[in-house]
């Protein structure tokens, strides 16, 4: 599909030991996915994501196609119901780690950017940089008062977590930690556009210190998707980044070159629980 990537994944300068990271692909119809899992507790959630989440959106998204075009479910609901597949059967064996999770599903010249946790995805434009993703945050008005609603608390320990525990308020898993910990994600959908030139996925150990502009800088400055990566992870960590560190830097400039559209396109964003 003429999109190059690089990945770097590290802590410090040892193996990011809790993250895990994806690349799919579908020539025949024109699907690439990048993904990130970004565990807590454990590797083993991040792990089962990785190799469950996209096979199950790939899957029903090929059973939908049988279907009368009025009966067929859009590609971000197949994906949400990939998500919550994923988080079922995690918490249906009751592992009590979890992970975040970001993906950035192409197709053709949509896309869509797809997060529960605090992991991104920034997408290079003429202005700059446009983060596609939200962070979900415990002490976020409607996050908090989701988990409130349903009995939970959150409790500030160094930073807020719900029940004292978890700094995020969305994540695949954490079965210990449910209901109050979601797994529905938030989806921005929309249409590519020939501005957009790179693109980066990351885990919260680059955007604690880093900010997207900063991150596509340097994504351009190296000018090559390999380097872009690594020197994303470095510049984390010359900026005091302790945490684990995965990068994924797409170049999407051959893909998106020859499109008729300038600007890129934010047509819809779902979310069935209205994050800020």
């Not at 699907?31 to 089962?48: K, L, M, N």
């Not at 959106?57 to 609901?77: C, S, T, V, Y």
């Not at 197709?107 to 962070?135: C, K, P, Q, Y």
């Not at 979900?136 to 029940?163: M, T, Y």
Request: hydrophobic share 40%; charged share 25%.
């Amino acid at each position: 599909m003429g999109i190059d990537y690089g990945i770097s994944d590290e802590m410090g300068w040892r193996p990011a030991m809790e993250d895990e990271h994806a690349i799919y692909e579908d020539g025949k119809r024109f699907f690439f996915s990048a993904e990130i899992y970004d565990g807590h507790g454990g590797r083993q959630p991040a792990r089962i994501a990785a190799e469950m989440l996209t096979p199950s959106f790939l899957h029903n998204w090929a059973m939908e196609a049988d279907k009368p075009l009025r009966m067929r479910k859009g590609e971000a609901e197949i994906l949400r119901d990939a998500y919550l597949a994923v988080d079922a059967y995690l918490v249906g064996r009751g592992i009590r780690a979890g992970t975040c999770a970001v993906q950035l599903y192409l197709i053709g010249e949509h896309f869509l950017a797809a997060n529960a946790g605090d992991s991104r995805v920034v997408i290079g434009t003429d202005e700059g940089a446009v983060m596609l993703t939200h962070d979900h945050k415990p002490d976020l008005p409607k996050e908090r008062s989701r988990i409130e609603a349903l009995g939970g608390s959150v409790v500030l320990f160094g930073v807020p977590r719900v029940e004292g525990v978890l700094a995020i308020s969305r994540a695949l898993g954490d079965s210990c930690l449910k209901p109050y910990v979601s797994a529905e994600p938030r989806i921005t959908e929309g249409i590519l556009g020939a501005e957009n030139d790179f693109a980066v996925l990351a885990c919260d150990g680059v955007w604690d210190v880093l900010a997207p502009g900063a991150v596509l800088e340097t994504v351009r400055f190296e000018g090559d998707p390999h380097r872009g990566a690594h020197g994303v992870s470095k510049k984390a960590m010359d900026n005091g980044s302790t945490d684990n560190i995965t990068v994924i830097v797409l170049d999407l400039r051959k893909y998106t070159s020859s499109l008729e559209n300038r600007k890129m396109e934010i047509l819809k964003v779902h979310d069935a629980l209205g994050s800020m």
